[in-house]
């Protein structure tokens, strides 16, 4: 009759213990750095690809969660200490290089239609998160919503982005990550990657066309972490991933999109990265 009583006590013991080192790694600051590269369309909509530099860093400094890759860069100004809840908060910038350089894109339409500056997209972010879900004490499901002004005149429009993100480690020397998230963009966005003016339907041969505000696109994407040195916790580790985005709506419809490109959207990318 002890023996059961036991075993449940020392299971017991050893969940807790795994529960306080589990808040112990995530109370403690730690660093990731790496560089790749991904396959990306040429412009959003586009049928032809490009490759592309993506440095990246991800970690806790202070307390502070914060998150750079290629170009995008965010903080989570709430610390939790460790907890298995953690409230998110705080600011997002965004670089948009979407028709920056038209010389690099094979469609001659598109060219044809010109370029757009480069966008500067500040915003803010919030969300939740949970620790120790479903497969051990280290996973963590997230929930977000995201917003982004331009503030740089490129598209001076309004980017909302709610996201929802589950991560768990497979052993302690990989990971995987699977995310799903939408686009809702307003009608200054939308017009101008999206819309075709008389003047710009004369040069490119495509039809005038008005794309309004709405839902822009959703995306499926996955990711892993494969350590080479070490494990999970430290050393250098092999990193790739894949997304899926379909586009929608107004934007789906528009000639940039419907003639000359396409409403599926792939992007990959892999990469090292080191883990301090």
Do not use: C
């Amino acid at each position: 009759m002890s023996a059961p009583a036991l075993g449940q006590t020392t299971t017991a013991a050893s969940e807790a213990a795994e529960q306080r080192e589990a808040a112990r790694a995530r109370a403690g600051d730690r660093l990731t750095i790496g560089l790749g590269a991904a396959v990306i369309p040429e412009y959003e909509g586009a049928n032809g690809t490009s490759i592309t530099p993506v440095p990246g860093a991800v970690g806790k400094l202070g307390g502070l969660n914060f998150l750079y890759v290629g170009n995008r860069a965010s903080i989570d100004l709430i610390n939790d200490g460790g907890s298995r809840w953690d409230f998110q908060l705080g600011p997002v910038a965004t670089i948009g290089l979407n028709r920056t350089n038209v010389d690099k894109i094979d469609d001659e339409r598109i060219r044809a239609l010109g370029k757009v500056g480069t966008s500067v997209e500040l915003g803010g972010y919030a969300g939740i998160a949970r620790w120790g879900l479903i497969t051990s004490n280290y996973d963590r499901l997230s929930a977000t919503v995201t917003a982004r002004k331009d503030v740089a005149g490129a598209h001076g429009g309004t980017i909302i982005t709610p996201s929802v993100s589950y991560m768990t480690p497979l052993s302690t020397k990989s990971l995987a990550v699977v995310s799903f998230s939408a686009n809702h963009v307003d009608g200054d966005y939308a017009g101008t990657y999206f819309s075709i003016t008389p003047a710009q339907s004369a040069a490119s041969t495509l039809p005038v066309y008005n794309a309004g505000s709405g839902w822009k696109d959703w995306t499926l994407a996955a990711a892993g972490n494969i350590a080479l040195t070490g494990d999970l916790s430290g050393g250098l580790s092999l990193v790739g991933g894949v997304a899926y985005t379909r586009l929608l709506g107004d934007i789906a419809d528009s000639p940039v999109v419907r003639l000359a490109g396409s409403r599926n959207q792939w992007m990959f990318g892999a990469g090292l990265a080191y883990t301090f």
